[in-house]
């Protein structure tokens, strides 16, 4: 079973949708959880990172932990065609090893 | 792509071939990494280092072999290539500073092993 997991979508939605993106793990120890978002042939760029529970916000994403869960979510409202990218979830326990999931292609439709 | 630069870009080579891949950043980080993605397993990390001439193993590390004499150069070698070793590698920097280690990525190096 891997650490991380993470549906690869591809995920096609409207301009304008809601769209959740989501991660389950399975190592109790991770602490930090953050989403990058790589666009086609380029690297991957942290988008945001959250501590332990609860919520983060920032501008037009969200991203969730629920540790009891061992599940992470990063939503995005009124999705525009820009962020059509690959997103993939990671993992840290705190020090400078970092677990990726495999990462969900998006497609926004204008 | 925060100072980082990988070359060659793109490289197309042979089984059984030595081929090196380098990075090289301008920011000064302790931490440099080398990862391969490949679909369906995300960011594999293949070797990392902490330091010039300190360098440790990642979880696919197998076939390659790293080395670092200079803080910014940080090269990957495959020591003879594979078919399996087809694939997109990144490096990646980080201060070794931060908690957790916000990673920053360079372009990318697609290897083609026929």
């Known amino acids: 079973q891997k650490e991380v997991e993470q549906d690869p979508g591809p995920l096609s939605v409207p301009e304008g949708a809601i769209v959740s993106l989501n991660c389950t793990y399975s190592?109790?120890?991770?602490?930090?959880f953050m989403w990058y978002r790589q666009y086609s042939r380029k690297g991957p760029e942290l988008l945001m990172y959250t501590y332990s529970s609860g919520n983060k916000e920032d501008g037009r994403f969200t991203a969730q932990v629920d540790k009891s869960s061992k599940y992470i979510s990063l939503f995005i409202r009124d999705s525009q065609p820009s962020d059509s990218a690959t997103y993939l979830c990671a993992m840290n326990t705190g020090g400078f090893k970092t677990i990726f999931g495999a990462g969900t292609r998006l497609f926004v439709k204008a | 792509d925060a100072g980082i630069t990988q070359s060659p870009r793109h490289k197309v080579t042979e089984t059984g071939t030595p081929v090196t891949l380098r990075c090289h950043q301008t920011e000064n980080h302790r931490y440099m990494y080398w990862y391969r993605q490949d679909p369906g397993h995300g960011l594999r990390l293949i070797h990392y280092?902490?330091?010039?001439?300190?360098?440790d193993k990642g979880e696919v590390s197998d076939g390659y072999s790293v080395s670092r004499s200079k803080t910014e150069d940080f090269l990957l070698t495959l020591e003879s290539a594979t078919s399996s070793q087809t694939s997109v590698y990144f490096c990646?920097?980080?201060?070794?500073?931060?908690?957790?280690?916000?990673?920053?990525f360079g372009p990318g190096t697609r290897l083609l092993v026929l």
């Open positions: 990646a920097i980080s201060e070794g500073r931060g908690v957790p280690e916000t990673q920053y």
């Open positions: 190592n109790s120890a991770f602490q930090y």
């Open positions: 280092s902490y330091g010039v001439k300190d360098t």
